[in-house]
């Protein structure tokens, strides 16, 4: 992040301005990925007028940054007038999607509307695995020429690569993909336990070993990654865990507002109350603020403080937002080992 | 000196937070954060305010600084603006801007 980013999510924290929403306009989908959180049915979501008047409302509370994701956006026969609607309240957006209802004309018009960013989910460079994750036949070759579109018209492209047990190995054919069709690409190896609590798909987790492959792959890593922590200081026990409530929140199709979209801890809903009340006065939302790194009791002395991804809401999907995520403790712990090999090689 | 009308470009993002207007651009992610006088002159530039009626009206009343210098001040700042694509000038009044517009992003 620059300076000056960072300059404004500083400023955006102090004020409690909710800099950064996501927004997801629905849940449906036409793609089944094996780790999807999401339930797909429709329980009633958000009406065109009812999105429109969230967001005049997310633009009087400051935000600068909508995410709209789904469930599968394109789904959505009002999408390019909620997307029409929302740059005239100048809104800077950025699509998540897996595009494979994503052609020239939709292109054209995502580039008219002065889309900043589209991030498509690419899972495998490999058909039968891609194809395999999402449940649809033919969907790896559909995402890839809808990129193609998207980057024949200058927009700017992500592809996401999720990591999970039966394609963490494809990564770097992924970043190969990524660099032939001149666009950006991410890798993660976050999988979230579903939003009703179901932890079934978190066997589909990388394995340590596949994840200390991640963590030695010189590739990836920054000059410093292999540095040891730094050490605790003490203004960093002020800090808070991350911007979930602080800055950042999340809005589902029906109206319910969550600090993230990986904490779904409910805070309020929009059908029966304004963003700005639940935003400034929910008790859940005002507990999320609270928190500082020092009220940790375990991660505020652990020695992988300083470096660790810590999720918040991964810590209360386990049941205790002040305690670990064990899903962090583990990288923190190979990212440690892979530190320690390279010291021997070394 | 003729009078100048300005509005904002499109395919820009812009909010303003705290006391700063944030300004990112959609094709090459430029971000930009103006100062509170750039702000006022932002927040000015709906197409029919001339600059005159912003250093006179704005900057002048909520700024400690004399008409001469907030003129030549703000005539700076604004051909600054515009060199950056963030602003379009006329000699005529002109339309509010519509964010979304096309303009400035490679076909």
């Not at chain 1, 460079?125 to 990129?147: F, M, N, W, Y």
């Not at chain 1, 109350?273 to 005002?286: A, T």
């Not at chain 2, 700042?77 to 339309?95: H, I």
Request: aromatic share 6%.
């Amino acid at each position: 992040m620059s300076a000056l980013m960072q300059h404004v999510w500083d400023r955006a924290l102090e004020a409690r301005v909710p800099l950064s929403v996501q927004f997801d306009l629905t849940y449906r989908c036409n793609e089944r990925c094996v780790h999807c959180y999401l339930d797909h049915d429709d329980h009633g979501e958000m009406t065109t007028a009812e999105v429109k008047g969230v967001l005049d409302q997310l633009a009087g509370a400051g935000t600068l940054f909508v995410v709209f994701s789904g469930g599968e956006l394109l789904l959505r026969k009002d999408l390019f007038e909620i997307l029409g609607y929302a740059r005239t309240l100048g809104f800077d957006i950025r699509l998540k999607t897996n595009a494979i209802l994503l052609g020239e004309r939709e292109a054209d018009r995502l580039r008219d509307l002065g889309i900043r960013s589209v991030q498509v989910s690419i899972y495998s460079h490999r058909p039968e695995i891609h194809d395999g994750i999402t449940k649809v036949p033919g969907s790896l070759q559909r995402s890839l020429a809808a990129i193609r579109f998207l980057r024949s018209r200058g927009l700017h492209v992500v592809i996401a690569n999720v990591l999970m047990r039966q394609n963490a190995g494809d990564y770097p054919h992924v970043r190969a993909l990524a660099g032939e069709l001149g666009v950006e690409c991410t890798i993660d190896p976050t999988i979230t336990p579903k939003m009703d609590g179901d932890t079934s798909i978190l066997n589909l987790r990388v394995s340590e070993p596949q994840l200390l492959r991640v963590y030695t792959d010189k590739s990836l890593l920054g000059h410093d990654a292999n540095e040891p922590p730094p050490l605790i200081e003490e203004e960093m026990l002020d800090a808070a865990p991350c911007s979930a409530g602080h800055s950042a929140c999340y809005i589902s199709p029906y109206g319910d507002v969550f600090p993230c979209v990986q904490f779904p801890l409910p805070t309020g809903n929009l059908r029966a109350q304004r963003f700005g009340d639940v935003w400034h006065q929910s008790p859940q939302m005002n507990e999320v603020r609270a928190i500082r790194m020092r009220d940790l009791p375990t991660c505020s002395t652990c020695s992988f403080m300083t470096t660790c991804t810590r999720c918040p809401g991964l810590a209360y999907m386990e049941g205790n937002m002040k305690g670990p995520s064990s899903a962090d403790c583990e990288k923190s712990t190979v990212r440690a080992r892979a530190m320690a090999a390279e010291k021997d090689i070394a | 000196m003729s009078d100048v009308f300005f509005t904002r470009a499109g395919q820009l993002a812009a909010r303003k937070v705290a006391d700063e207007v944030v300004i990112l651009r959609a094709h090459d992610s430029s971000l930009y954060v103006l100062n509170p006088v750039a702000s006022a002159v932002w927040e000015a530039a709906d197409g029919r305010t001339s600059l005159d009626a912003v250093v006179r009206d704005v900057i002048c009343h909520e700024f400690d600084v004399d008409p001469e210098t907030a003129r030549r001040d703000a005539s700076e700042l604004l051909a600054s603006l515009v060199a950056e694509g963030l602003l379009r000038t006329s000699d005529q009044p002109m339309a509010p801007a519509d964010p979304g517009a096309p303009g400035g992003h490679p076909a």
